[in-house]
């Protein structure tokens, strides 16, 4: 059977594109389609030099994952271990549900283009299924992560959070809390819900004691209270539509969640009460704070 090469690295960049794609995609990575592009070749090089040269299975085994391990290096640009580890286990998970995927759909489609020339298993393979293959495998994935992430305890959801304030910082502990996107109304900023208690460090006692009378308008006789430039923020949540919260900007947050994010344009609000009953956390901070983290 006549194979041409320039069809076969034709139909592996577009495969390797679609691949690095949904693993940036289910991986929550950022890449820029340039180097999507030029990962996809070196993959598809290097599929083109796996007909041309004979390997043993070792030998061959070995070099798929050091090609694997550049694509990877190339597409994202990140070189931690830990984030390429990760990556190219989402990699390889996604191009074994797309291999397994188009095996299938050349099975019931058209099964006598499937031959095995050697190590190779070769024939027609259009582009079009190649590319059915991925969309069907990427709606797989996303489906089952879905159902994982669904899952996973309020453990995996627990972070640190440190909080950085005029010379001063504390490091607590934060639920991600996929309903908290409240927000200061003026500013539009992202507002952080944190016990008073866990404040200490940064905010004046005097100020923590007075919650209550600083909302009822009773402002205490403090010199600093005024530098906290302190803001009330509106919220609503069950048993309680009209509520208020203290708010101030701190200089800026660190949040550690497989990665280190800062931010510097979000509120704190000071919450007089208890939101663990075994204290697991003492903050919660919503999914938007990450998304728009830096």
């Given amino acids: 059977m006549t194979i041409y090469l320039d069809v076969v690295l034709f139909e592996n960049i577009v495969l390797n594109y679609i691949i690095i794609v949904s693993t940036a995609i289910i991986s929550k990575s950022q890449v820029k389609i340039f180097r999507i592009i ?135 502990k934060t639920m991600l809390d996929t309903g908290n996107l409240l927000k200061e109304p003026i500013s539009n900023a992202d507002v952080i819900i944190v016990e008073k208690e866990s404040l200490k460090d940064i905010v004046s006692k005097e100020i923590l004691e007075n919650i209550t009378n600083i909302l009822k308008g009773k402002w205490i006789e403090s010199e600093n209270i005024h530098s906290y430039k302190f803001k009330l923020i509106p919220f609503s949540s069950l048993g309680n539509d009209n509520g208020l919260l203290i708010g101030f900007k701190p200089d800026y947050i660190k949040i550690y969640n497989e990665q280190e994010f800062i931010r510097n344009d979000v509120l704190i609000g000071i919450y007089d009460g208890k939101l663990s009953r075994n204290n697991a956390y003492t903050s919660l901070i919503g999914l938007n704070v990450l998304n728009e983290a830096s």
């Fill in 38 to 172: 030029l990962s996809s070749l070196v993959g598809g090089i290097f599929a083109i030099l796996n007909y041309i040269i004979e390997m043993k299975l070792i030998f061959s085994i070995l070099l798929k994952i050091m090609i694997s391990v550049i694509m990877m290096l190339v597409a994202f640009q990140d070189y931690s271990i830990k984030k390429v580890l990760r990556q190219l286990i989402f990699f390889y998970l996604v191009s074994f549900t797309f291999g397994g995927i188009a095996f299938m759909l050349l099975f019931f489609i058209n099964p006598k283009n499937l031959i095995i020339d050697g190590t190779h298993l070769v024939g027609t393979y259009p582009i079009k299924v190649a590319v059915l293959a991925g969309g069907v495998g990427f709606i797989i994935i996303s489906i089952v992560s879905s159902i994982i992430k669904n899952r996973i305890g309020k453990k995996a959801m627990i972070c640190d959070l440190e909080i950085f304030y005029d010379g001063k910082n504390k490091k607590i």
